[in-house]
């Protein structure tokens, strides 16, 4: 984040999002408001994207994790849960697609981040659901929990937490904590991505792996945290979570990206962890 502006790799994000729905046709993950929020025609997002297709293994990614947390949503939902919290939402449109099921979305962002969606919304005539409430909350420097209970979430109640393209971008702290205040709600999961250590990547996906970290440190937000994957489940369990499920890139690939049309490359990308407390 820059002072009062709005997170760039959010919007960078949804723009991936969007190019996804022109260029692959929303194949691995279906948004029919992606470019409607983005204020962009289609044309011009699929210009811009196929001007660069070293950026499409981390488009298809993009696509691929926001998949894999609606379909984790729809579970918790079919189990009867009612509130799901968007850490980092950015310009996700989920809480303006799902279907009038009694469930509460809270976006939780930076505040900046929050007043720039909401001029996208009025920008694109898209009116905010009842079910939306916004949670303006510097993870850096606020507290989850407070941030939450002011916008009215019901801490003793279930909660769905999706939690996506923030870690990285955290300190270790930052995310420990967050993890601690998500395990203290009961029947609590959470959906994230994490990047593992430069030095346990194939020498072949360092190149592609520095491109994208001189991308977002440019932009001013940088990488922060990396975590070993082992490591990771047992501060995990640590904490309170005992059903974990982590999805190294080519899992992610072979479930939920497999080869779309456009190219065998089936993309790459961070780990992706579906975790639900004990």
């Given at each position: 984040?820059?002072?009062?502006?709005?997170?760039?790799?959010?919007?960078?994000?949804?723009?991936?999002r969007?190019?996804?729905?022109?260029l692959?046709?929303?194949?691995?993950?279906?948004?029919?408001?992606?470019?409607?929020?983005?204020?962009?025609?289609?044309?011009?997002?699929?210009?811009?994207?196929?001007?660069?297709?070293?950026?499409?293994?981390?488009?298809?990614?993009?696509?691929?994790?926001?998949?894999?947390?609606?379909?984790?949503?729809?579970?918790?939902?079919?189990?009867?849960?009612?509130?799901?919290?968007?850490?980092?939402?950015?310009?996700?449109?989920?809480?303006?697609?799902?279907?009038?099921d009694?469930v509460?979305?809270?976006?939780?962002?930076?505040?900046?981040?929050?007043?720039f969606?909401?001029?996208?919304?009025?920008?694109?005539?898209?009116?905010?659901?009842?079910?939306?409430t916004?949670?303006?909350?510097?993870?850096?420097?606020?507290?989850?929990?407070?941030?939450?209970a002011?916008?009215?979430?019901d801490?003793?109640?279930?909660a769905?937490?999706?939690?996506?393209?923030?870690?990285?971008?955290?300190?270790?702290?930052?995310?420990?904590?967050?993890l601690?205040?998500?395990?203290?709600?009961?029947?609590?999961?959470v959906?994230?991505?994490?990047?593992?250590?430069?030095?346990?990547?194939?020498p072949?996906r360092?190149?592609?792996?520095?491109?994208?970290?001189?991308?977002?440190?440019?932009?001013?937000?940088?990488?922060?945290?990396?975590?070993?994957?082992?490591?990771?489940?047992?501060?995990?369990?640590?904490?309170?979570f005992?059903?974990?499920?982590?999805?190294a890139?080519?899992?992610v690939?072979?479930?939920?990206i497999?080869?779309?049309?456009?190219?065998?490359?089936?993309?790459?990308?961070?780990?992706?962890?579906?975790?639900?407390r004990?």
């Amino acid at each position: 984040m820059q002072g009062h502006e709005p997170s760039r790799t959010a919007l960078g994000a949804a723009t991936h999002r969007a190019a996804h729905q022109v260029l692959e046709g929303g194949i691995i993950f279906g948004d029919p408001l992606a470019c409607v929020i983005l204020g962009r025609p289609p044309e011009e997002i699929a210009r811009e994207a196929s001007a660069d297709p070293a950026r499409r293994p981390l488009r298809l990614f993009i696509a691929a994790r926001s998949r894999f947390a609606e379909d984790a949503l729809a579970d918790a939902v079919a189990r009867g849960v009612r509130q799901a919290v968007v850490l980092g939402a950015g310009l996700d449109t989920l809480a303006l697609r799902r279907p009038r099921d009694g469930v509460r979305v809270f976006e939780v962002d930076h505040p900046a981040t929050q007043a720039f969606k909401r001029e996208r919304l009025a920008a694109a005539g898209l009116a905010v659901p009842d079910a939306l409430t916004f949670a303006p909350v510097d993870f850096e420097r606020e507290d989850l929990a407070a941030g939450l209970a002011r916008a009215g979430f019901d801490a003793g109640a279930p909660a769905f937490f999706a939690w996506l393209g923030v870690v990285p971008y955290l300190t270790a702290t930052a995310v420990a904590g967050t993890l601690a205040r998500i395990v203290a709600v009961p029947g609590a999961e959470v959906v994230f991505d994490y990047v593992v250590p430069r030095d346990r990547l194939a020498p072949e996906r360092r190149a592609q792996v520095d491109a994208l970290t001189a991308r977002v440190a440019a932009a001013g937000e940088p990488f922060r945290c990396s975590f070993d994957p082992a490591a990771l489940a047992a501060q995990l369990r640590g904490l309170g979570f005992g059903e974990i499920e982590d999805l190294a890139p080519e899992d992610v690939r072979a479930r939920l990206i497999g080869t779309p049309q456009g190219g065998a490359d089936a993309g790459e990308g961070p780990h992706l962890v579906r975790a639900r407390r004990r």
